[in-house]
């Protein structure tokens, strides 16, 4: 029974996504009949799970997650950038010249920031984040120094990241934005 529970308490679930870790027999497991615990998980009848990555990383939500000899490591997945959707036009962050207060448009990177933090498992991804993110704003119009004094803005309130100073993170976004 404590196996059952512990199995449990590894799968996440958002609406219609679910992340079960890999161990054996996952897909019999969550197919539990009613003899287990009186009634099923998920009903084999009613729901079929299709399992849309097998091995040492998977994509889910906007995470995609990998497993390592250290553990589990995490970046930004975005769905967009993959090669079935690159013929839909998408409108990502707010252009230069709309209609809305500088603030507002500024405002992406504190979000992005904070997510990018929130998300990102190792330092390595939130700089590549970080740095695609500016590269993307400027592309769009966006003033490179404002973008950077932001930026650095952000860094600085913040006095360690990821076992390393702030600025020591933010001088690794500056070599590869410059």
């Not at 998977?58 to 497993?67: I, M, Y």
């Not at 690159?86 to 997510?115: C, D, W």
């Not at 769009?140 to 076992?163: A, D, I, M, N």
């Amino acid at each position: 029974m404590s196996v059952v529970v512990h199995r449990l308490s590894l799968v996440r679930r958002f609406v219609d996504d679910l992340f079960v870790p890999d161990f054996p027999d996952s897909v019999s497991f969550m197919y539990l009949n009613q003899d287990s615990f009186g009634s099923s998980i998920y009903p084999k009848t009613s729901c079929e799970l299709n399992c849309t990555s097998k091995g040492f990383s998977c994509n889910f939500l906007d995470l995609a997650v990998s497993q390592s000899p250290q553990g589990l490591s995490c970046d930004i997945f975005d769905k967009r950038s993959q090669p079935e959707y690159a013929g839909i036009e998408m409108i990502r962050m707010p252009h230069v010249h709309s209609n809305i207060s500088m603030t507002v448009k500024l405002g992406v990177i504190n979000s992005q920031f904070y997510r990018f933090l929130r998300l990102c498992s190792c330092k390595k991804f939130f700089v590549f984040q970080m740095v695609s993110l500016i590269v993307f704003l400027k592309a769009k119009g966006y003033p490179l120094k404002v973008l950077l004094k932001r930026t650095r803005g952000l860094l600085l309130k913040e006095k360690f990241l990821f076992g390393i100073s702030a600025f020591g993170i933010c001088r690794m976004i500056l070599f590869w934005v410059l």
